[in-house]
């Protein structure tokens, strides 16, 4: 068995993506995704899956580049291959990533996402070649499916008038009736028993109407809402007291550590986190402060699969519970989170995802949910398939774009509607 790696194949596209509605501005019609190929020695491939916008493709093509005669085996190498990647200080000095929405932007972060696609191909191709599935590689999965939530959006029925998007049938949600019946849609054509309302688009008192709509529409479902970061200290409290009866957890309600420490020192509601602790430095400040409950965690932002294991294992011996944070993302990626899902004794929330509103993807079967769950698969690797023909057409919507959408940018997607729209300050209110 050869486990060097002879070639590293990096494709970035662009998929449809619909228009949903955040803090920030609005989801553009179509969003950057990098997907990387690693083949070894013995022709064994491996996929993995990450963020495309421009800042990552810079630094994963030297990246792809130091690969090449390692090992596919050589997990732990992969990070000091990544220190050894220089990263443009323009691209990060003081910056808010808009897209993920979790705090102000650093070098190492950037790093950490470039590499857990790297280490997801790594896995898939180790799996491959030893006929193992990926969640025995971690250790052996503790359950045959992972539980998901539904991700309810506010948002249009359609992308402006004269902007090319693909179509969809979910149709508007901009009150509470809507987002009702977005999740009645959720229920019937996945299963999901438990939501998550992202929010900071309305004012409030808004939110908190159609939070309990939920509430009455699917009594017993555990309910999330999710304004990340747009509310002061005083609202997040009020908001808490208004819904605490009917929220699993609140996430992300005001802006930073020192925020949430407060507002959870005054409210009983569980407070979640994928904003104030998306690194391991950040740990400390914020179990200490008791800031969080649940920490989101997100395989894209802590350096792989692996990463995220460590993440749950410190959890643990904090009593602080494990959920996991979804931004746009393909099946791949899906599958390595259910896969090291699967590994985590203590995940005890449904897990966030964004992949039923994502209508293309590049395997060739789509991912499915089963009662608001996916089953672990068993199959060597990932146990998913890339469709060549599928990732072809989509890097060709990347090549014929003329950098509008190579970086994804929310505000200037309102800006197409709402030509004075800008980022509002934060706290929003």
């Given amino acids: 068995m050869n486990l060097t790696i002879e070639s590293v194949r990096l494709t970035p596209i662009l998929v449809a993506d619909p228009p949903l509605l955040n803090t920030q501005g609005v989801h553009q019609p ?77 070098a190492d972060k950037l790093r950490l996402s470039v590499v857990s696609g790297f280490e997801v191909a790594c896995l898939d191709a180790l799996g491959k070649a030893l006929g193992l599935p990926v969640h025995t590689l971690l250790g052996g999965k503790v359950r045959d499916a992972v539980e998901y939530s539904a991700y309810l959006f506010y948002r249009w029925a359609g992308h402006p008038e004269g902007v090319p998007c693909e ?50 529409a699917f009594p017993g479902h555990p309910l999330r809402l999710d304004p990340n970061g747009a509310w002061s200290v005083e609202t997040s409290l009020k908001v808490a007291e208004e819904l605490g009866d009917v929220l699993e957890y609140l996430e992300d309600p005001a802006l930073g550590t020192p925020a949430m420490a407060e507002v959870a020192a005054r409210t009983g509601v569980p407070l979640a986190t994928n904003m104030c602790v998306t690194t391991f430095a950040e740990i400390k400040e914020a179990f200490t402060r008791d800031a969080v409950q649940v920490v989101l965690s997100d395989h894209h932002y802590w350096g792989g699969l692996r990463n995220t294991q ?14 996991m944070h979804s931004n746009t993302h393909l099946g791949i990626s899906l599958a390595a989170m259910t896969h090291v899902a699967s590994t985590v004794p203590n995940l005890h929330h449904a897990c966030d995802s964004h992949y039923p509103w994502q209508s293309e993807d590049v395997l060739t079967e789509r991912m499915t949910f089963e009662s608001g769950k996916v089953a672990v698969s068993d199959l060597p690797g990932l146990g998913v398939e890339l469709d060549h023909d599928k990732l072809r057409f989509l890097h060709r919507r990347w090549l ?30």
Avoid: H
């Avoid at 690969?67 to 997990?75: C, E, F, H, T």
């Avoid at 774009?401 to 300050?425: E, I, Q, S, Y």
């Fill in 30 to 106: 179509y969003t950057p995704r990098l997907i990387i190929e690693v083949e070894t020695a013995d022709g064994i491939t491996g996929i993995g899956e990450t963020y495309g916008d421009t800042k990552y493709l810079e630094l994963a093509q030297p990246f792809a580049e130091k690969l090449k005669g390692r090992q596919a085996s050589d997990l732990n190498g992969l990070f000091g291959v990544a220190d050894e990647v220089a990263v443009d200080a323009s691209r990060v000095s003081g910056q808010v990533d808009v897209g993920g929405l979790r705090g102000v932007q650093t």
């Fill in 310 to 323: 460590q993440l749950a294992a410190i959890c643990r011996t904090f009593g602080v519970g494990v959920s």
């Fill in 400 to 429: 014929d774009d003329d950098g509008t959408l190579k970086d994804r940018d929310d505000a200037a997607a309102m800006r197409v509607a709402d030509p004075d729209w800008t980022t509002p300050p934060v706290p929003r209110w």
């Fill in 167 to 216: 179509k969809d049938d979910w149709g508007a949600a901009v009150d509470p009736a809507g987002v009702v019946e977005q999740a009645r849609k959720f229920k019937e054509r996945y299963g999901f028993t438990s939501f998550k309302l992202k929010g900071g688009v309305f004012a409030p008192e808004e939110e908190i109407a159609a939070v309990r709509a939920l509430a009455e």
